[in-house]
């Protein structure tokens, strides 16, 4: 998704709220807009999900499912979290069972606590915030708008949303966020750009990976022969490299989606047994060969 020259104002007279913006945004990576209050980062968000028009300038390439977080939840929310993500789910195309176990799923995988069965207005703000979460990321979106998803989030709940944003940047969703702290999302985002009086002043390039990581990992009782393994691991995002043999497989992924390969695997039932740092140079996307031995293992 790309922004071309992008600028807002609200009324025809009235200052720009954005100015001439220009940010292309990658699908599998995730983009931090940080800037204080005022700078014009939810209306940036606004016009990324679509839900505002550009006064100049135009959004190309915008995904056509979008999940979306606002600043906050209308305060007079009546609709239980229960209720409002069914709701949501249909909206969005799901069935009434599946938006149902999908909105389960994410409420007890988030930690909601309190009467999810009792209107949204009575939850806390941090509740409230995982409520409008689990409504994001109901039906598989391949983009993501967030402002400022950590606010009222606790310590836990931190480290889950890290790795629910792992997850969809491993199955190449594009995430755009704002936060006002710059140091919450320097360990999660590929790119940090900082928003001052409706311009994007400074940035920090998308980096690019190492040369990656080996796995070792201990195949589950129930896993196939060693072919169906190669291949089911083989399309996982970031994984270049598959080999199995006598109960072990061996992998390589990049640095980029290590995690969510991790998470994906071991909710498979595999054991993870290894984890080393690639040779450098040899971990080219694409290399078909075997990954070679981690130290103090023979085959």
């Given at each position: ?32 807009v940080v800037g204080g209050n005022g700078c014009g980062k939810s209306s940036l968000l606004k016009v990324a999900a679509g839900l505002v028009r550009p006064t100049a300038g135009s959004v190309r390439h915008r995904p056509p499912r979008i999940g979306y977080v606002p600043e906050r939840l209308p305060s007079t929310m009546r609709l239980s979290a229960r209720a409002y ?215």
């Amino acid at each position: 998704m790309r922004f071309e020259s992008v600028s807002l104002r609200y009324t025809r007279r009235g200052p720009y709220v954005l100015d001439g913006i220009g940010l292309d945004l990658a699908p599998g990576t995730i983009t931090a807009v940080v800037g204080g209050n005022g700078c014009g980062k939810s209306s940036l968000l606004k016009v990324a999900a679509g839900l505002v028009r550009p006064t100049a300038g135009s959004v190309r390439h915008r995904p056509p499912r979008i999940g979306y977080v606002p600043e906050r939840l209308p305060s007079t929310m009546r609709l239980s979290a229960r209720a409002y993500l069914l709701h949501m789910g249909r909206v969005q195309g799901l069935g009434t069972r599946a938006a149902d176990r999908r909105g389960g799923e994410l409420l007890d995988r988030l930690r909601v606590e309190g009467d999810i069965d009792a209107p949204i207005s009575t939850l806390s703000k941090g509740n409230a915030q995982k409520v409008a979460l689990a409504q994001a990321m109901l039906a598989d979106p391949r983009l993501l708008v967030l402002d400022e998803p950590w606010s009222g989030l606790d310590t836990p709940t931190h480290r889950i949303l890290m790795e629910c944003l792992s997850e969809q940047r491993a199955a190449g969703v594009t995430v755009l966020l704002t936060e006002h702290r710059p140091g919450t999302v320097a360990a999660s985002a590929d790119a940090v750009h900082r928003l001052h009086r409706g311009r994007l002043i400074e940035q920090r390039p998308v980096p690019a990976d190492p040369d990656g990581f080996d796995l070792t990992l201990g195949t589950p009782p129930t896993a196939e022969d060693s072919r169906a393994t190669e291949d089911a691991l083989g399309r996982l995002p970031g994984v270049s490299r598959v080999h199995a043999d006598r109960g072990r497989v061996r992998l390589r992924t990049t640095e980029t989606h290590r995690d969510a390969v991790l998470l994906t695997v071991l909710r498979q039932g595999y054991t993870v047994l290894t984890v080393h740092a690639a040779p450098p140079g040899e971990a080219q996307a694409g290399d078909a060969d075997a990954v070679a031995d981690p130290p103090g293992e023979s085959r």
